[in-house]
């Protein structure tokens, strides 16, 4: 699948796929997207909640979501172990063209070569604070071991990917998720929202990044939540 790099509106750099007429990140600016969806709405709203969490991320792409991470807990009290799902990582080419361009997050060029050549299924240190496993497989097929605090979801968009916004992975990822887990997307669409709804999920539906006008968290309640 052929692949090019583009600079996106606010200078990060993102990934465009022809063949499925998609981007990686918002043209609208990668970082700011990041930034936005996972970062402010799902990391610091869940180290608010719990000190020590498990991250899952589906759809490790550029990187950028765990570069963002890496960068926001450095000065926090935090402990993070952070598991990235991508079965089809980026070519060498592209890491080393992206390595040299990736001002926009604050990590050297080993640490981006690092995370993606890092060997599948080991964990890799990469801070006192931070821990890293790259995960060479589909949702569909993937089995875990650990319960998630926070779940970054960022596949392509239904329209390139449908398969992967079914109920099925929605569900998937519900049993693998703590009570009081969160869920983040940057997808809105009402069939979404509906699924995770259907699902048990509680959701919201907030303000979106520069170039979309809402996003969606969900939240997995305790047992014994009562609204």
């Known amino acids: 699948m052929k692949r090019e790099i583009i600079i ?7 990934i465009f796929v022809p063949e499925l007429d998609e981007h990686y ?11 936005h969806v996972f970062i402010h709405a799902g990391l610091a709203y869940r180290l608010e909640q719990k000190k020590s969490i498990h991250v899952l991320e589906i759809g490790l792409g550029t990187g950028s979501n765990f570069l963002l991470t890496l960068d926001f ?8 172990t952070y598991d990235a799902l991508e079965p089809f990582p980026i070519s060498n080419e592209i890491i080393t063209t992206l390595g ?6 604050k990590c050297s060029k080993e640490t981006f070569e690092q995370i993606h050549k890092a060997e599948a299924g080991k964990p890799v240190t990469l801070s006192t ?3 890293f496993t790259r995960l060479q497989e589909t949702l569909q ?6 319960q998630y605090d926070l779940v970054y979801f960022d596949a392509f968009g239904p329209r390139a990917q449908p398969e992967m916004w079914e ?16 869920l983040v997307t940057y997808c809105a669409k ?6 995770l709804q259907e699902i048990g999920f509680m959701v919201e539906k907030l303000p979106g990044p520069p170039g979309k006008r809402e996003m969606l968290r969900a939240t997995k309640l305790p047992v014994n939540f009562v609204l």
Do not use: C, W
């Open 25 to 35: 990140h918002s043209i609208h600016g990668a970082f700011n997207e990041s930034m």
């Open 129 to 131: 604070k931070l821990s």
């Open 167 to 182: 109920a099925a992975n929605f569900d998937k990822l519900f049993q693998y998720m703590e009570p009081g887990g969160v």
């Open 190 to 195: 009402g069939s979404v929202r509906r699924t």
């Open 8 to 14: 996106t509106g606010d200078g990060s750099p993102t």
């Open 73 to 80: 807990i450095q000065s926090l009290p935090v402990q993070v």
């Open 100 to 105: 040299g361009s990736i001002t926009a997050f």
């Open 141 to 146: 097929n993937v089995q875990l071991n650990k």
